[in-house]
């Protein structure tokens, strides 16, 4: 016996005695790490295989559940939830709880959600807000998986306290497990599973039950992989098959990327779908950090255009001169844009922690849901067996019901009228009971009707599941019908891509005998390879993907021809001359680029050249020429002039030609030395002349004479023609000055152009037609390399008259099926 002191003058405690347990401290703290580590591993980090639950979300929806918050009831206060959960099941924060709560209620956490939120539930990148804030109900799935609770079809088991009970597992009529997935860290041990698409899943299990030995590779056919609520795409599906087969493996997600065209200039990559829990600010931030990093070339911008009616969307603009997809396999290297998910499919199986594949995860699962379903119908045998019992007995009451009264109101008390019930007429205690509390409106003609409606239906129900619980192939049944039903209502359309191998723009390369092939480094910038930039009379400008010669476009937009045709290069440079004599720099790099299916540019995804060319109101593009050669053009006053490539180095627009008052350039062209220049008056008159009559001049000087023209006369045509061009014509359409346009075709004309012969100078040339009755203009003029076409109200290239004029000169009358509109000779 030991006594304590105390301090000076304190009283001294009372004597104790001491009792000092020695313990192996090595034995304790193995015991109680173990005892903690089964506490998680059970209790909180890893769900169960049946349900895919973990406690706490069990928890809630059961609490939920219990408190009537049901779709069709209005919302309450997630901090009401809260508080019931941690209260009556779960002893643990409320922080833990709401948090559960929360990602059970989020569309881009779960394929399937299972609460109803509303209010700031968070987002990929953000918070929620906090639980006096948000409302939730159950979600219609979630009623899938706490469905005939109170039909004894699970185990009922203690709360913390021993004052209530909770359901052991959850009854889950669905795979909740494979459908939403689960995530969570334990003691030695963690489970990261994906979502999958309910529709496959089901479909895959109800295979399964009809099928008990069926294969993996079979149950793929109905589960090919992973089904994230973000969509994406996933390359590559060896991981999962791997993951499938043994419950461990890995996939890589990519981002949905478009390539679009942002504008006339500018291209870029839009993105609509990220990978599994990646949030765009994320993406953002490594967007940015590679790009000042210096690790990320040709991006200029990133925007953010995401909201709540169009979803998803970043916009990254790029730099003219990047490959997209080569930027966009930069992206995927150095950005989350491409992320990796490992799956590792721990689950507690008997309340063991198990690593499953697919075949044993579904095997689990409907081991369970066999077993609810059988529960539940003996449950629903028992009540209705209980019942038909009941009804049996008030059917043998009312036959003699005069008798009865008899016996209960001759009888001292109750207990002696059930007695004496049960003896005349051989009735169980429950009956007897049921009888004595009859009411007097149950005795009616009518509710004998029902009586033996309702014992018919009764003995037909029995029957039925009388018959399910005897054959397992039709409980089985029944479990697949009632799978079907919950695909059916709940199912929707796949989100994710799944991909086999690597996208088309990012190929795999051919790799040795035993060695993984290597992604394909594409080159970063455009390659400077040739090509050809064409205008259209619509004033369409594009740029095509080959240099292949060009060929006849054959169908095409109504008026629509190719005016100017220059062989370049990608990143070359080109001149685009307007008709008030001004030329602007253009680049090829900035066109959009056309395919040229057979050598023919398909120009329906070109655009405007106005789109890329700051042009005032009432000035447009007659021509594109390369800034290398010598080019010519001509006015519609006669003038003329050769221009040389001695263009300013330091500006985009300079002055090509200096115009009098109310002259406009007609068109430009290369005029070499060789080549020949061809005027053609409103008068009719053709003035042909040497392109070396014409001396090269500087942009600023304003030109030479070129077809001496009439007072009232004007020029309506300028070309260049090679020189001893054997199938070049002319081509002249006459029509009357006082007519529509359109509605007086007159008369064509197709002469050669070897018969006009060669003039000098500030000449006007020769008469190219004689007019007909009615006809005093041209409308139309054309001279080059034949045949020539024109161009119908439809849009299609039409034949003209073969003969050549006739001998007086004048034309040969044109077919109304041609539209002579706008510039329409090709």
């Given at each position: 016996m030991a006594r304590r002191t105390t301090s000076r003058g304190a009283q001294p405690l009372e004597p104790f005695t001491e009792n000092i347990v020695e313990i192996d401290v090595t034995t304790e703290m193995e015991t109680s790490f173990l005892e903690y580590a089964y506490s998680v591993i059970y209790s909180r980090a890893l769900p169960d295989a049946r349900d895919g639950m973990k406690p706490v979300q069990r928890r809630i929806l059961y609490m939920m559940s219990d408190m009537g918050l049901r779709p069709d009831k209005g919302h309450v206060k997630s901090a009401r939830v809260v508080g019931e959960v941690m209260g009556k099941l779960h002893p643990h924060g409320d922080t833990a709880i709401y948090d559960a709560m929360v990602r059970m209620a989020q569309d881009f956490s779960l394929r399937l959600p299972l609460i109803d939120g509303h209010g700031n539930f968070g987002s990929l990148d953000d918070g929620p807000a906090a639980p006096r804030y948000t409302e939730a109900r159950l979600a219609p799935s979630a009623m899938a998986l706490t469905g005939n609770l109170d039909e004894d079809v699970v185990d009922f088991v203690p709360n913390y306290?021993?004052?209530?009970?909770?359901?052991?597992?959850?009854?889950?009529?669905?795979?909740?497990?494979?459908?939403?997935?689960?995530?969570?860290?334990?003691?030695?041990?963690?489970?990261?599973?994906?979502?999958?698409?309910?529709?496959?899943?089901?479909?895959?299990?109800?295979?399964?039950?009809?099928?008990?030995?069926?294969?993996?590779?079979?149950?793929?056919?109905?589960?090919?992989?992973?089904?994230?609520?973000?969509?994406?795409?996933?390359?590559?599906?060896?991981?999962?098959?791997?993951?499938?087969?043994?419950?461990?493996?890995?996939?890589?997600?990519?981002?949905?990327?478009?390539?679009?065209?942002?504008?006339?200039?500018?291209?870029?990559?839009?993105?609509?779908?990220?990978?599994?829990?990646?949030?765009?600010?994320?993406?953002?931030?490594?967007?940015?950090?590679?790009?000042?990093?210096?690790?990320?070339?040709?991006?200029?911008?990133?925007?953010?255009?995401?909201?709540?009616?169009?979803?998803?969307?970043?916009?990254?603009e790029l730099k003219n001169g990047f490959n997209p997809q080569a930027v966009l396999q930069q992206l995927y290297r150095l950005t989350p844009l491409e992320d990796s998910f490992g799956i590792n499919n721990v689950t507690l199986v008997d309340g063991q922690p198990r690593t499953l594949g697919l075949m044993e995860l579904l095997h689990v699962y409907l081991g369970h849901r066999l077993d609810v379903v059988r529960r539940r119908t003996a449950f629903r045998l028992g009540k209705k067996k209980d019942r038909l019992h009941l009804v049996e007995g008030l059917l043998i009451a009312i036959v003699d019901i005069d008798e009865v009264i008899q016996i209960i109101r001759s009888s001292d008390e109750a207990a002696v009228a059930r007695e004496r019930l049960m003896s005349i007429y051989d009735l169980s205690e429950a009956q007897a009971n049921y009888i004595l509390e009859l009411r007097l409106r149950q005795l009616t003609k009518y509710s004998l009707i029902e009586l033996e409606k309702e014992r018919d239906e009764l003995r037909r129900q029995i029957a039925e599941l009388e018959e399910i619980l005897a054959s397992d192939t039709r409980l089985r049944e029944v479990v697949s019908a009632e799978l079907a039903e919950v695909a059916e209502q709940y199912g929707t359309p796949r989100r994710t891509v799944l991909l086999d191998k690597e996208d088309v723009p990012v190929k795999a390369l051919a790799a040795p005998a035993g060695k993984k092939a290597a992604a394909q480094q594409l080159p970063l910038e455009i390659a400077d390879e040739p090509c050809w930039v064409v205008l259209s009379a619509s004033g369409v400008v594009a740029r095509t993907d080959s240099a292949e010669p060009l060929a006849d476009p054959g169908n095409r937009a109504k008026h629509d021809v190719l005016v100017s045709t220059v062989r370049t290069t990608a990143r070359g440079e080109l001149g685009a001359v307007t008709d008030l004599g001004r030329m602007l720099r253009i680049q090829a790099m900035d066109l959009p680029v056309v395919p040229m299916p057979g050598g023919a540019p398909n120009l329906a995804t070109s655009v405007p050249v106005k789109e890329f060319l700051p042009l005032p109101k009432g000035e447009s593009v007659i021509g594109i020429v390369p800034l290398n050669e010598v080019v010519a053009l001509g006015t519609a006053q006669g003038v003329v002039k050769r221009l040389q490539p001695d263009y300013p180095l330091n500006r985009e627009d300079w002055e090509a030609i200096t115009l009098k008052d109310k002259d406009r350039v007609l068109a430009i062209a290369p005029a070499p030395d060789d080549s020949e220049l061809v005027f053609v008056s409103r008068s009719s008159q053709l003035l042909r002349m040497n392109a070396t009559a014409v001396r090269p001049q500087g942009r600023l000087a304003g030109g030479m004479a070129g077809i001496k023209l009439a007072d009232d006369d004007e020029a309506i045509f300028f070309g260049v023609v090679a020189a001893g061009d054997p199938s070049a014509v002319v081509v002249t359409i006459a029509g009357s000055s006082d007519a529509l346009p359109g509605t007086n075709p007159g008369a064509a004309k197709v002469t050669e152009f070897s018969e006009f012969p060669v003039k000098g100078r500030a000449t006007g040339g020769v008469r190219a037609h004689r007019f007909l009755k009615g006809e005093d203009r041209l409308l139309l003029a054309w001279a080059g390399h034949g045949p020539a076409r024109a161009s119908s109200a439809a849009g299609v290239a039409r034949s003209l008259p073969q003969e050549h004029g006739r001998r007086d000169g004048s034309g040969v009358p044109l077919s109304q099926s041609v539209d002579l509109i706008g510039p329409s000779l090709g």
């Amino acid at each position: 016996m030991a006594r304590r002191t105390t301090s000076r003058g304190a009283q001294p405690l009372e004597p104790f005695t001491e009792n000092i347990v020695e313990i192996d401290v090595t034995t304790e703290m193995e015991t109680s790490f173990l005892e903690y580590a089964y506490s998680v591993i059970y209790s909180r980090a890893l769900p169960d295989a049946r349900d895919g639950m973990k406690p706490v979300q069990r928890r809630i929806l059961y609490m939920m559940s219990d408190m009537g918050l049901r779709p069709d009831k209005g919302h309450v206060k997630s901090a009401r939830v809260v508080g019931e959960v941690m209260g009556k099941l779960h002893p643990h924060g409320d922080t833990a709880i709401y948090d559960a709560m929360v990602r059970m209620a989020q569309d881009f956490s779960l394929r399937l959600p299972l609460i109803d939120g509303h209010g700031n539930f968070g987002s990929l990148d953000d918070g929620p807000a906090a639980p006096r804030y948000t409302e939730a109900r159950l979600a219609p799935s979630a009623m899938a998986l706490t469905g005939n609770l109170d039909e004894d079809v699970v185990d009922f088991v203690p709360n913390y306290d021993n004052q209530l009970t909770q359901p052991e597992v959850l009854p889950a009529a669905f795979p909740n497990l494979l459908v939403n997935g689960a995530s969570g860290i334990a003691v030695g041990m963690a489970t990261n599973m994906a979502p999958h698409n309910l529709g496959e899943v089901i479909a895959g299990a109800r295979y399964l039950l009809e099928h008990p030995d069926a294969t993996l590779e079979t149950i793929m056919g109905f589960i090919p992989g992973p089904d994230l609520p973000g969509g994406g795409r996933i390359v590559g599906l060896d991981g999962i098959r791997d993951a499938y087969a043994t419950g461990r493996g890995s996939f890589k997600t990519r981002a949905k990327v478009t390539v679009e065209q942002l504008s006339a200039r500018r291209t870029g990559l839009v993105v609509t779908e990220l990978p599994y829990m990646v949030g765009p600010e994320k993406v953002i931030e490594k967007i940015k950090d590679a790009v000042n990093a210096k690790k990320l070339a040709g991006i200029s911008d990133l925007v953010d255009l995401t909201d709540r009616q169009n979803g998803l969307r970043l916009v990254i603009e790029l730099k003219n001169g990047f490959n997209p997809q080569a930027v966009l396999q930069q992206l995927y290297r150095l950005t989350p844009l491409e992320d990796s998910f490992g799956i590792n499919n721990v689950t507690l199986v008997d309340g063991q922690p198990r690593t499953l594949g697919l075949m044993e995860l579904l095997h689990v699962y409907l081991g369970h849901r066999l077993d609810v379903v059988r529960r539940r119908t003996a449950f629903r045998l028992g009540k209705k067996k209980d019942r038909l019992h009941l009804v049996e007995g008030l059917l043998i009451a009312i036959v003699d019901i005069d008798e009865v009264i008899q016996i209960i109101r001759s009888s001292d008390e109750a207990a002696v009228a059930r007695e004496r019930l049960m003896s005349i007429y051989d009735l169980s205690e429950a009956q007897a009971n049921y009888i004595l509390e009859l009411r007097l409106r149950q005795l009616t003609k009518y509710s004998l009707i029902e009586l033996e409606k309702e014992r018919d239906e009764l003995r037909r129900q029995i029957a039925e599941l009388e018959e399910i619980l005897a054959s397992d192939t039709r409980l089985r049944e029944v479990v697949s019908a009632e799978l079907a039903e919950v695909a059916e209502q709940y199912g929707t359309p796949r989100r994710t891509v799944l991909l086999d191998k690597e996208d088309v723009p990012v190929k795999a390369l051919a790799a040795p005998a035993g060695k993984k092939a290597a992604a394909q480094q594409l080159p970063l910038e455009i390659a400077d390879e040739p090509c050809w930039v064409v205008l259209s009379a619509s004033g369409v400008v594009a740029r095509t993907d080959s240099a292949e010669p060009l060929a006849d476009p054959g169908n095409r937009a109504k008026h629509d021809v190719l005016v100017s045709t220059v062989r370049t290069t990608a990143r070359g440079e080109l001149g685009a001359v307007t008709d008030l004599g001004r030329m602007l720099r253009i680049q090829a790099m900035d066109l959009p680029v056309v395919p040229m299916p057979g050598g023919a540019p398909n120009l329906a995804t070109s655009v405007p050249v106005k789109e890329f060319l700051p042009l005032p109101k009432g000035e447009s593009v007659i021509g594109i020429v390369p800034l290398n050669e010598v080019v010519a053009l001509g006015t519609a006053q006669g003038v003329v002039k050769r221009l040389q490539p001695d263009y300013p180095l330091n500006r985009e627009d300079w002055e090509a030609i200096t115009l009098k008052d109310k002259d406009r350039v007609l068109a430009i062209a290369p005029a070499p030395d060789d080549s020949e220049l061809v005027f053609v008056s409103r008068s009719s008159q053709l003035l042909r002349m040497n392109a070396t009559a014409v001396r090269p001049q500087g942009r600023l000087a304003g030109g030479m004479a070129g077809i001496k023209l009439a007072d009232d006369d004007e020029a309506i045509f300028f070309g260049v023609v090679a020189a001893g061009d054997p199938s070049a014509v002319v081509v002249t359409i006459a029509g009357s000055s006082d007519a529509l346009p359109g509605t007086n075709p007159g008369a064509a004309k197709v002469t050669e152009f070897s018969e006009f012969p060669v003039k000098g100078r500030a000449t006007g040339g020769v008469r190219a037609h004689r007019f007909l009755k009615g006809e005093d203009r041209l409308l139309l003029a054309w001279a080059g390399h034949g045949p020539a076409r024109a161009s119908s109200a439809a849009g299609v290239a039409r034949s003209l008259p073969q003969e050549h004029g006739r001998r007086d000169g004048s034309g040969v009358p044109l077919s109304q099926s041609v539209d002579l509109i706008g510039p329409s000779l090709g």
